[in-house]
């Protein structure tokens, strides 16, 4: 079992849209082949970062589903919007979980 997560901070006017990507790009993950779960995280306590949080049955099928949002116009146009807005480097993270 393979977690993915990408984490990003936005400006206080890009919070509601940078809510709307992150969730169709999970809408987008959980449609994929091998996605076992997308999630979208927000801040509790007054922290700032937002977080996309996807499981997926292995690497393989993950890097799959990444190739598919790059090829996709409509996922990758939300993607490139999403880190266009970002505060700084998004912080990313994948994991094999045993």
């Not at 589903?65 to 505060?87: R, Y």
């Amino acid at each position: 079992m393979i977690i993915s997560f990408i984490t990003l901070k936005f400006k206080e006017d890009d919070v509601r849209l940078g809510l709307s990507l992150l969730r169709q790009i999970a809408a987008f993950n959980k449609k994929q082949p091998g996605c076992v779960r997308a999630s979208v995280g927000e801040p509790l306590d007054g922290d700032e970062a937002y977080i996309l949080f996807s499981q997926w049955e292995d690497k393989r099928v993950m890097d799959f589903a990444l190739q598919a949002l790059q090829k996709n116009p409509e996922a990758g146009k939300s993607f490139a919007q999403l880190v266009n807005i970002a505060m700084g480097k998004p912080g990313t993270g994948r994991f094999e979980m045993h």
